[in-house]
Nanobody, 119 residues
Framework: QEQLVESGGGLVQAGGSLRLACAASGNGRCVSPAAWYRQAPEKERELVADATNGYFNYADSVKGRFTLTRDRSKNTLYLQMNSLKPEDSSVYYC??????????????WGQGTTVTVSP
């Protein structure tokens, strides 16, 4: 079964930058990372950015600060996060739809990577 593996989280001061990476284990035929979500303690998971139909879309709260890029050769989706704010602190999850749901798995989530932004 294909998996999504995230990396790049950590602790950074406000105003700093981090780059998250989400790599899918397969060759992209069935699974390609498509979006980043985040979930802070006691809050609902929210969409941060997604790559849909060739377009990159961003939540209003991150527009102008976060940027998605994709490396198709590595089947990896990156989230460059600049000008980080304490309110960006969260666990960030990668998401991908499964185009080959023969076993009933219609979507995949990464394990999550923690981003902590200190004031």
């Amino acid at each position: 079964q294909e998996q999504l593996v995230e990396s790049g989280g950590g602790l950074v001061q406000a105003g700093g930058s981090l780059r998250l990476a989400c790599a899918a284990s397969g060759n992209g035929r069935c699974v390609s990372p498509a979006a980043w979500y985040r979930q802070a303690p006691e809050k609902e998971r929210e969409l941060v950015a997604d790559a849909t139909n060739g377009y990159f879309n961003y939540a209003d709260s991150v527009k102008g600060r976060f940027t998605l890029t994709r490396d198709r050769s590595k089947n990896t989706l990156y989230l460059q996060m600049n000008s980080l704010k304490p309110e960006d602190s969260s666990v960030y999850y990668c998401y991908a739809p499964n185009r080959c749901p023969w076993d009933g798995t219609v979507e995949l989530w990464g394990q999550g990577t923690t981003v902590t932004v200190s004031p």
